[in-house]
């Protein structure tokens, strides 16, 4: 595939601001009702998922605690295969409930290398909230509690999500178009 050069690109809007808030509202009504009053440590993935946390975390009507965790698997439009911790939590979960926090899943590498490590740091309860899936792309099983969008298997830009570190400050998502 040729490398897209993110100033010369297209794309088409897939979901705007107001169907991205509704739906992270009605995440938080969701997990706020699984957790019943129970705190709950949100671990967010930097950096594509810094715009869901911070909107799904004023949504969840239980006492939180966020932390970050980075981690990079693509290049350009590419995931590499491999994936590394590029900045570790400083939240202790050990014995707490945890939900991990993405903005997109597709081969699932990523989300399930970052689970074993978190599952190995004993926490109480550990969920997986994406923004987006993309169920055609698995080559990993992952299990998604939960999550606002499926997609087909297309590249996105926008809320948080990038082409080269370019149109995370989209407030919409968008199918970039090649």
């Not at 297209?10 to 991205?20: S, T």
């Not at 239980?62 to 400083?90: E, K, M, N, Q, W």
Request: with cysteine; charged share 25%.
């Amino acid at each position: 595939m040729t490398p897209v050069n993110p100033d010369s690109i297209r794309f088409k809007p897939l979901h705007d601001e107001a169907e991205i808030q509704s739906r992270v509202r009605q995440l938080g009504e969701q997990i706020t009702k699984d957790l019943r009053g129970e705190p709950v440590v949100v671990v967010g993935v930097l950096k594509g998922a810094f715009m869901f946390t911070a909107d799904l975390v004023r949504a969840i009507k239980s006492p939180v605690v966020i932390d970050f965790i980075g981690c990079a698997s693509y290049s350009g439009t590419r995931s590499t295969g491999t994936v590394r911790i590029t900045h570790d939590l400083s939240t202790d979960i050990t014995g707490k409930n945890v939900i991990l926090v993405e903005d997109i899943i597709d081969t699932g590498r990523t989300l399930d290398y970052l689970i074993r490590i978190l599952k190995e740091r004993g926490p109480k309860s550990l969920r997986l909230c994406t923004l987006l899936d993309k169920p055609e792309a698995r080559e990993v099983p992952v299990k998604v509690d939960y999550f606002g969008f499926s997609i087909s298997n297309e590249f996105v830009i926008g809320y948080g999500l990038d082409l080269d570190q370019r149109y995370r400050e989209l407030p919409y998502i968008a199918q970039v178009q090649v």
